[in-house]
């Protein structure tokens, strides 16, 4: 579903990605760890071209997604993302920050915007915060509707970029909870986090990263049992 | 006692004169016609001229070959904000409008607005880089296009921030268009000074018009904190 090959960035002299080639199929949860500065949050941010790379390609459903004559902004459609902060509109109510996308690319009706709002607000378990504004919820609240923002675009693929690092650690369980409902639905995830317990109960594949590159990965039994790179020992060792 | 009562006479005899005698109040309201009709031009001018330049240099700051633009957006502000205004009008005036049936008042209204823009187009920029990234990535990341996150999503928070601003900066604009009289323009501030020479008594007049520009500015103040008060909406807890 999406391959990178030799996939490059560097800030300056720093070399963040260096050459990453890596395939992620339809239905897998692919969660990604490694130290902070260790290039997970860049990696994830090419997959939509949030962050433009320096070299290589990537892959999206057939379509090599940095050609200019694919357009970006369609298949971004077809990709949700959350991120860490949020990023709720401020300016809008919770219906509206659902409905605006499919609306704005005239996707959806308004009235099947709403709908589908409607159903993904009682998905997330929120129906009440409708006509709420960003500002009046929690965290945890904050971070629920952000998934059901992103998928009202019926995306192929969610990107989670470190979902549950800027919350309170109470209203931690609530967010990965409903990540967990959307693993069993069958979505295909790439997660990039800290929470080791979310990698060993969802993920189908873990990859450790660190000095921009895919250092070890493995199954998740694997992965935590029998880690053999030094590094991911090490990291391991101070994490668990 | 006399004496005071006689006074007021005096200042009362003063203003009667600057205001009503021979229909002098025709003068201040058709100055102040004239002001407002520049002001206004000039506002929305300087509004859709500095929206569009801040807007410009946002968008194009990335893409080659297109730094041309910002360069000549960059050139503008420069210009504009380096010159006196008073030159700015006589240069227009005299450079660029120089057929014989020049509308004055629209001339007057382009070149404020044309002035008031570069001054925008820093308030709105300013706007524009106080909203946070991810509100910019968040729309890119749902497939709207850069134009429509901007509009849909980073305009209507950056407005509603620099609205003290814009307002401020368009209380300034109305008093400068006080400037319009050196290109024959009968303007609020002009009328004041002709009445003066009539009556040989200049401070009246003078203190007639300031009442006026006053009021204005304190009615478009009252509208700005109606507007702002509305748009506070999203934030209210």
């Known amino acids: 579903m999406i391959e990178t090959k030799n996939l490059k960035k560097q800030f300056g002299s720093h070399v963040v990605l260096s050459d990453i080639s890596e395939t992620i199929e339809k239905g897998e949860k692919v969660v990604v760890i490694g130290p902070s500065g260790s290039g997970k949050s860049t990696f994830l941010r090419c997959l939509n071209l949030l962050e433009v790379p320096d070299g290589g390609e990537i892959w999206f459903e057939g379509k090599n997604i940095l050609d200019s004559k694919n357009n970006i902004n369609v298949l971004r459609r077809k990709m949700g993302m959350v991120f860490q902060q949020f990023n709720l509109f401020p300016h809008k109510t919770v219906k509206e920050n659902i409905t605006l996308a499919p609306i704005k690319l005239g996707v959806m009706n308004k009235a099947e915007a709403e709908a589908k709002a409607m159903e993904l607000l009682k998905r997330v378990g929120l129906p009440e915060k409708a006509d709420s504004y960003p500002k009046q919820l929690s965290g945890g609240q904050k971070q629920r509707i952000a998934i059901a923002r992103a998928l009202a675009m019926n995306p192929d693929v969610m990107l989670f970029d470190e979902p549950t690092s800027a919350l309170d650690p109470e209203m931690v369980g609530e967010v990965l909870e409903l990540m967990k409902e959307l693993a069993a639905d069958g979505m295909t995830m790439v997660v990039v986090t800290h929470e080791m317990g979310f990698a060993k109960e969802v993920g189908t594949r873990v990859l450790f990263m660190d000095q921009g590159r895919i250092m070890e990965q493995n199954t998740p039994e694997e992965f935590f049992n029998n880690p053999t790179n030094p590094r991911l020992k090490e990291f391991l060792s101070k994490v668990l | ?237």
Request: aromatic share 10%; charged share 15%.
């Open chain 2, 1 to 237: 006692m006399d004496a005071i009562l006689n006074w007021f006479n005096q200042v009362g005899q003063s203003y009667y004169d600057a205001f009503i005698t021979e229909h002098r109040y025709m003068f201040y309201l058709e100055g102040l016609r004239n002001t407002l009709l520049i002001s206004f031009l000039a506002l929305l001018i300087g509004a859709f001229l500095g929206i569009l330049v801040a807007v410009i240099r946002f968008s194009t700051a990335n893409i080659k070959g297109l730094h041309w633009i910002k360069s000549l957006c960059n050139l503008y502000v420069t210009i504009i904000r380096g010159t006196p205004v008073l030159l700015q009008l006589l240069i227009i005036y005299n450079l660029i409008f120089t057929a014989r049936n020049t509308n004055e008042i629209i001339v007057a209204g382009i070149c404020f607005g044309i002035n008031s823009g570069a001054y925008v187009a820093e308030i709105v920029r300013a706007g524009i880089e106080s909203i946070d990234k991810g509100q910019y990535e968040a729309g890119r990341s749902l497939g709207l296009n850069g134009n429509q996150t901007m509009f849909t999503i980073i305009m209507p928070q950056a407005i509603k921030n620099i609205l003290p601003a814009l307002g401020n900066e368009f209380i300034v604009l109305i008093k400068e268009t006080s400037v319009a009289s050196i290109i024959a323009i009968t303007d609020l501030s002009k009328a004041a000074q002709f009445i003066g020479s009539r009556t040989y008594d200049v401070l009246p007049p003078l203190i007639i018009a300031a009442a006026c520009y006053l009021i204005m500015v304190i009615g478009f103040t009252k509208l700005l904190h109606f507007i702002e008060g509305r748009m506070d909406q999203g934030d209210r807890n």
